[in-house]
């Protein structure tokens, strides 16, 4: 049987990270979260929990939610991070100049033995490696929101990325009881490659006046079986975070991916989806 880490960080505090620490505290791992704003920390540490209670009210936790939560404690800098964890997961915005600086931090913070993951779901897995001393021991990570619902987890492996690595990773997500996909390093992965090439045509549509956002989220939906259709995706997701994969990938993998004007505009007036309130559709 396959057992979570004992002792799992996270750095980020936002929707996923806390997601991220959730899932782990629940499947039996000590958890220490990195979570800069004295603000910022109370919220994810509320978000933590509020879905722990979710889980339990459910049926889905083997624990009281009390004690669960009992197992996640928030730090203000990397470099408090226990130096035994076994597994540090960096989950802050795609900024890669920003990942790499703190995946570096943590490596300094933690045993040559961690594990480090990156959340990124699109940014280059080999370049973030290259800044770390040990790139054998890093992989990404690429969660799905909401990540303690999310059936999947995306193994994306770069060139120095050891066999060994892999493998504690693949049991540590079948720990979490979700499935893995494993992939290559490359632009945009299989995940976020396909899912926004989906999304961006469909902005397309929108903004052609082919069909209004329901109708094209249903035809999606009811005609080929997904469970939620690409623009409603989009709005979950943030349509700030689909623009900056979109020109992530429209300058690696060219024009198929350039992000439509609809979608710069919504951005620009600050229309970024459910977070905001307005995005295709109103929260």
């Given at each position: 049987m396959t057992s979570a880490p004992k002792a799992v960080g996270v750095i980020g505090g936002g929707r996923m990270g806390s997601g991220i620490a959730q899932?782990?505290?629940?499947?039996?791992?000590?958890?220490t979260v990195v979570e800069s704003g004295t603000e910022a920390a109370a919220v994810a540490l509320e978000r933590i929990g509020a879905g722990l209670r979710r889980a339990e009210e459910r049926g889905h936790l083997a624990e009281p939610a009390t004690l669960v939560t009992r197992r996640v404690t928030l730090v203000s800098t990397v470099e408090a991070l226990?130096?035994?964890t076994e597994l540090v997961v960096e989950a802050v915005p795609e900024d890669a100049a920003l990942k790499a600086r703190v995946l570096k931090a943590a490596e300094?913070?933690?045993?040559?033995?961690t594990v480090l993951a990156t959340n990124t779901s699109s940014l280059s897995v080999t370049d973030l490696?290259?800044?770390?001393?040990?790139?054998e021991r890093f992989l990404g990570m690429h969660f799905f929101n909401p990540v303690p619902a999310s059936a999947l987890v995306e193994i994306v492996i770069a060139p120095d990325t050891a066999p060994h690595t892999v493998q504690a990773v693949l049991e540590w997500?079948?720990?979490?009881?979700?499935?893995?996909?494993?992939?290559k390093?490359?632009?945009?992965f299989a995940s976020s490659r396909l899912g926004l090439a989906l999304g961006l045509e469909a902005i397309r549509m929108v903004e052609e006046g082919v069909a209004a956002p329901e109708a094209i989220d249903d035809a999606m939906q009811l005609g080929y079986k997904h469970p939620m259709g690409p623009l409603r995706l989009t709005d979950l997701v943030g349509l700030d975070v689909r623009l900056a994969i979109a020109e992530y990938l429209h300058a690696t993998l060219g024009d198929r991916f350039e992000p439509?004007?609809?979608l710069r505009d919504k951005v620009a007036r600050g229309e970024l989806g459910q977070k905001t309130g307005q995005g295709f559709y109103t929260w």
């Open positions: 899932s782990f505290a629940a499947a039996g791992s000590v958890v226990p130096p035994d300094e913070a933690v045993s040559e033995t490696a290259s800044v770390l001393h040990r790139p997500t079948k720990a979490l009881g979700k499935q893995d996909v494993v992939v390093d490359s632009p945009g439509p004007r609809l």
